[in-house]
């Protein structure tokens, strides 16, 4: 018997036995749906979050002040000590010193009450310098930034943001205003641009709603730090996010040696980047990788239990039919190539149709719920890989072995 | 696959058309066959010797347990002796491997089966062209002669209904066209009888001494002494052993089956 004829046997055999068949199919059908869909949604997953995050900037990191000790052994909490100073952040900011720091902002800040004619609205206000603008990676859409000028003659102007803007103003055109900071009345020079709650940072709870100060003019008129230099925290650039860590060991060690500490245990600082929540939350994504790749094993697992159980006693009811074939002159290879042709067809048949199902069920589930869904070539491709595996496997091995019997005890068999 | 199988097929056609080579078809030569499970051996056969020759009618009967079923395995090559000879048309067939026996069985011989053994899936001609399949005969011809077979055994009409269609004696009478569409040397009947009513028996017997008057060899294993009865010749079996002359065991178990 040629191979033509083999597999017309074999497709004959499928096609006559539609319930078997069908249910064959549909079993691996829904496994690889699945191993497609939850593997999708995984890698979905990771490249919303991954794109968010970046969004965010990945090549900040601002320094805050650490634990202090006082001479007597107490110990402050995080943030407690004044120990950052704007001498600090000149430091930073020079080329020499960090050639992979491309911007450093000091910056203090602190709840203020803002008034402008009748309306008052609390806000932060962040004091800070003109490269404040370039770190935050923020625009203007009005009017101009804090400049060197302002900084030097302690100018009393302030840069808003939009929300803040918008809860004093109104409509009206902040730009030349008035507006009393803590009592002190200040110009609006500025109005930032609006950059959405979602990309918030870590370090300010709404970027819209904030308003921006002089630094030498907060730390004489508002804040009275207990050192006129001192500043609650310095954000610094990197040149890129690739030189970030870079960047990060340079100020450390900067900092250390200007605060005259020997041993990195005991800094008076915390140096913390946004790398850290990117790399946070990509190993929060690899695990969720593998637990959605644990579902899709299971489902695949399940199915193919499925599968090799149809298999199984597909071929065990047909023991009767082998030993008939055996007996009008099949030979075991026959017999063996027969069932090959079939647990191929109903695996390949099987394998498409969950791919083409798994894809569809990509395109449109996003539209339901609100997660992206990628789909993974590999995972579409072992999916069906296994899934004819598993057929042949548990479709061909039983046959052969039913194709050694005697062809008279595969006939009696009931 | 299909050289040897074209050369197996003329070497099939030469011995049947040569009136010269009268071989019998059967020679069984002092033939065991013992079964063991675990440590108990149980002889099916005890040293079985016969001779069926070509154009014979025979019936080998014996009660259940004589051992004719064992018998009739070896006969089909659906089962090897322990120990001696079986010689198809002159073949040694005893100590073939599977392969080959697979091929003997496809070409020499022809079964009708008690359980008809049709398959469900295949309609009347399809199950007829089974073996023709296994023979690599080719799609257009397999038709041919499967339809030849079915008009033969009176189903000409039938062709294309599922043996869940047809009736028992109509499902036998398939079986029967089965086994004569490779042309075999041997038509070996199993108790082709004991799944039918008395008319479909009657129908399916009528029709195998139709066969054997058209020259065909008929070998029929039953326990029916009517049955065997139509035979021109009846090879008895006890215990594993050719049994006393017909005409003896007739009389003593005349009224048995």
Known sequence: MNLLETFRTGLEAVASHRLRSALTVLGIMIGITAVILTVGLGEGAQQQVGSEITALGSNLLTVTPGSSTSSTGVRGGFGSASTL???????????????????????????????????????????????????????????????????????????????????????????????????????????????????????????????????????????????????SQILIQATSAGTLSAAYQEADAELLSLHGITTATAADFTI??????????????????????????????????????????????????????????????????????????????????????????????????????????????????????????????????????PPIDALRSE | MSLSDDTAELRLERTDTHPAIRRPVIEVIDVWKTYR??????????????????????????????????????????????????????????????????????????????????????????NVELPLLYAGVDRAERRVRALAALERVGLGDRVDHRPGELSGGQQQRVAVARALVTDPDLILADEPTGNLDSVSARDVMDLLGELHRSGRTVVLITHDRDVADASERTVLIRDGRIGEPTATVAGGRGTAG
């Open chain 1, 85 to 231: 100073t704007v001498g600090d952040a000149a430091a930073l900011d020079s080329k020499v010193v960090a050639p992979d720091i491309g911007a450093v902002a000091p910056a203090t800040s602190a709840s203020e009450s803002l008034v402008a004619g009748t309306t008052n609205w609390t806000t932060t206000v962040v004091g800070s310098d003109p490269s404040w603008l370039t770190v935050r990676g923020r625009t203007m859409t009005e009017g101009r930034f804090i400049d060197q000028r302002d900084l030097a003659t302690r100018a009393e102007v302030t840069v808003l943001g939009a929300t803040t803007a918008e809860e004093l103003f109104g409509f009206r055109d902040p730009v030349g205003q008035t507006v009393d900071v803590a009592g002190q009345p200040m110009t609006v020079i500025g109005v930032l641009n609006s950059v959405g709650s979602s990309s918030s940072s870590s370090t300010v709870a709404d970027p819209d709603d904030q308003a921006v100060v002089p630094l030498t003019t907060a730390s004489a008129l508002l804040f009275g730090a207990s050192s006129r230099n001192s500043v």
């Open chain 1, 272 to 405: 913390t980047s946004e790398q850290q929540v990117l790399s946070t939350a990509t190993s929060v994504d690899r695990t969720l990788t593998v637990l959605l790749g644990g579902i899709a094993g299971i489902s695949l697992l399940v199915g193919g239990i499925g599968v090799m159980n149809i298999m199984l006693v597909s071929v065990t009811e047909r023991i009767r039919e082998i030993g008939l074939r055996k007996a009008l002159g099949a030979t075991p290879r026959v017999i063996r190539r027969q069932f090959l042709v079939e647990a191929s067809v109903l695996g390949s048949v099987g394998g498409i149709l969950g791919a083409v199902l798994g894809v569809v069920g990509a395109l449109v589930l996003p539209h339901l719920i609100s997660n992206p869904i990628t789909v993974s070539p590999a995972a579409a491709v072992g999916a069906i890989a296994i899934a004819i595996a598993i057929g042949i496997v548990f479709g061909v091995y039983p046959a052969g072995r039913a194709a050694k019997l």
């Open chain 2, 37 to 126: 499970s675990g440590s108990l051996e149980v002889d099916a056969l005890r040293g079985v010797s016969f001779t069926i020759d070509p154009g014979e009618y025979v019936a080998v009967m014996g009660p259940s347990g004589s051992g004719k079923s064992t018998l009739m395995h070896i006969l089909g090559c659906l089962d090897v002796p322990t120990s001696g000879q079986l010689l198809l048309a002159g073949e040694d067939v005893s100590r073939m491997t599977e392969e080959e026996l697979a091929h003997v069985r496809n070409r020499r011989i022809g079964f009708v089966f008690q359980q008809f053994n049709l398959l469900a899936s295949l309609d009347a001609c399809r």
